[in-house]
């Protein structure tokens, strides 16, 4: 499967589409929410795939990427599915395919994941966009519910230069008459959000507008949640930052509808959901002495959130970055966010083509004032950097999700990444 990288990014709905209809069609056979968004896409739906499993559903979830196996992609109630499903799931989806084109590796892992729910009838499934929406395959979903997240520029090569384009590529996703959830904040985008809703009489609901989340104090990981209808009190995260608020007010809002659908999620129900939310590799705590973060932060609004956690969760703390970043990203802007609050850098390379090379981030972490030690191993970076620090320190590990997966097989010598080559 990996192979088929080689193929690259090829936006469409034709080439899923046919391969699904020889498959019966199987994403027509539970429900679903489709979400999309440029940061918080996974959170959201981790959150949302841990509330409806504890309300007692069997839930299917779709994400991407994974960090060590790709198993870690497509999980029926929290659970990847196992190595045989994957090969026989594969071997289902490459039988069913017959196009003019050869699949992409996402357009393909797709078809895997709508199977694999309806062959293990989930009465949920929440499936996260690759890239965009309007072309992405998961656009093949007709969902009960759409979710959009925020909006910054991305992807530019395949989804435009600007907001507005980017808002129309993630608008796309909006279906006829299916209620949105957004917390787009941007007018300009937020106009493009509005309007592609009305065009399809889709109501939408808008943080900030519509529904809104108050913090217990700024410190505090409890708050209350005020929405359309409900006032939920005393409620609490569990995944680390600031940015999680955000997910979890569009988490909540969405849930409300889906209570105006029958869907019985008590106060209690939603409260255990958000404190038993795990989503790996974003602000992952591994270790406590020293404390090793791990943090994918992969685009500059992510890399934002990740420099504001340092500057102000781990104020005063001896803190050693460990980076590698791939060549399609805003790698001096991320950089500039995270180096004035670390004291050490260790650059690092990810074994993916994509990747830069540490001597050509040096130059611009030694002009913010501190001198890089270039580790092209991952592995050996992160084991360096944890092995110098003291018991009180920080190692922190960002830049790409890639390097995230590497350094935590590194870290935990059990996990073993996948075997599908």
């Not at 499967?1 to 539970?30: E, Q």
């Not at 841990?50 to 839930?59: D, P, R, S």
């Not at 217990?216 to 359309?228: H, I, S, V």
């Not at 255990?272 to 002495?289: A, C, F, I, S």
């Amino acid at each position: 499967m990996y192979a088929m990288r080689r193929f690259g990014i090829k936006l469409g709905l034709d080439t899923i589409a046919a391969v699904l209809a020889k498959l019966d069609n199987p994403h027509t056979a539970y429900k679903s929410i489709h979400i999309a968004g440029t940061n918080g896409k996974g959170s959201v739906a981790a959150s949302l795939a841990t509330i409806l499993q504890m309300a007692g559903l069997k839930v299917g979830l779709y994400t991407s990427p994974h960090l060590v196996r790709f198993n870690e992609r497509i999980a029926i109630d929290g659970t990847p599915i196992s190595d045989d499903e994957v090969h026989e799931t594969y071997a289902l989806v490459r039988e069913a395919y017959a196009g003019e084109r050869d699949l992409t590796f996402f357009e393909f892992t797709t078809a895997m994941a709508l199977h694999a729910f309806a062959r293990h009838q989930v009465d949920w499934a929440i499936v996260e966009t690759g890239m965009g929406g309007r072309l992405d395959a998961t656009n093949v979903l007709s969902p009960d519910l759409t979710v959009i997240t925020n909006i910054s520029i991305e992807h530019r090569s395949y989804l435009g230069d600007t907001l507005t384009a980017i808002a129309g590529e993630k608008a796309g996703i909006i279906k006829p008459g299916i209620p949105v959830v957004s917390a787009v904040r941007q007018p300009a985008a937020r106009e493009v959000m509005t309007r592609t809703a009305a065009q399809r009489k889709a109501p939408l609901h808008l943080k900030g507008r519509d529904f809104r989340v108050r913090r217990a104090d700024k410190n505090a990981r409890r708050f209350t949640y005020y929405g359309m209808r409900q006032i939920w009190s005393g409620l609490e995260i569990a995944l680390a930052g600031d940015h999680q608020f955000e997910n979890a007010a569009l988490v909540l809002a969405t849930c409300e509808l889906l209570c105006d659908r029958g869907v019985p999620l008590e106060r209690e129900t939603l409260h255990q959901g958000l404190v038993n939310t795990r989503w790996p590799g974003r602000l992952e705590v591994v270790r406590k002495e020293p404390l090793v973060i791990l943090d994918g932060a992969h685009n500059l609004a992510a890399a934002r959130n990740l420099g504001r956690h340092l500057r102000t969760q781990l104020k005063g703390r001896t803190i050693t970055l460990v980076a590698g970043i791939l060549d399609d990203k805003p790698y001096t802007a991320m950089l500039k966010e995270w180096v004035p609050a670390v004291s050490r850098v260790i650059l690092t390379q990810p074994v993916i083509d994509r990747s830069l090379k540490p001597q050509v981030l040096a130059p611009i972490v030694s002009g913010m004032g501190i001198t890089p030690q270039l580790i092209p191993s991952v592995a050996t970076a992160v084991k360096t950097a944890v092995e110098s620090a003291a018991p009180d320190d920080v190692v922190c590990v960002a830049g790409s999700l890639y390097v995230v997966g590497e350094a935590k097989t590194a870290l935990d010598p059990s996990l073993t990444p996948s075997l599908i080559v």
